[in-house]
């Protein structure tokens, strides 16, 4: 069975970084893509970023520049490290393992499968 967990959510000042850490645990297949999703009291839930099992990367607009994702492969694990922190980045962030390749849909489809964590809180203060 497929576990995912986060770590590393916070409360920071607007301009400050956090890095969010995501560790994917049991059998998963070649082509399971990784990524970062977000939602924000009374919003739907967005995508932040994916990085699919050929190392592609995508981000969701408001975020390029000031995101980078990360994944090791053999380790199973997917950073997420944020910087230029706004209010309205303010979300609980949540890791997911996904069965696509490429998943860069991912970002502005909704979709209802893959393996999810229970999520971390970040909290920008302005």
């Known amino acids: 069975q497929v576990q995912v967990e986060e770590s590393g959510g916070d409360s920071v000042q607007a301009g400050g970084s956090l890095r969010l850490s995501c560790s994917v645990s049991?059998?998963?297949?070649?082509?399971?893509?990784m990524g970062w999703f977000r939602r924000a009291p009374g919003k739907a839930r967005e995508g932040v970023a994916v990085?699919?099992?050929?190392?592609?990367?995508s981000y969701r607009d408001s975020v390029k520049g000031r995101f980078t994702i990360s994944r090791e492969n053999p380790k199973n694990t997917c950073d997420l490290e944020m910087t230029g922190l706004r209010p309205e980045d303010t979300a609980m962030y949540y890791c997911?393992?996904?069965?696509?390749?490429?998943?860069?849909?991912?970002?502005?489809?909704?979709?209802?499968?893959?393996?999810w964590g229970r999520g971390t809180q970040v909290t920008v203060a302005s």
């Open positions: 997911a393992a996904i069965p696509a390749n490429p998943c860069d849909w991912t970002l502005h489809t909704p979709f209802n499968f893959g393996t």
């Open positions: 049991g059998p998963t297949s070649s082509n399971t893509c």
């Open positions: 990085v699919d099992s050929d190392g592609r990367r």
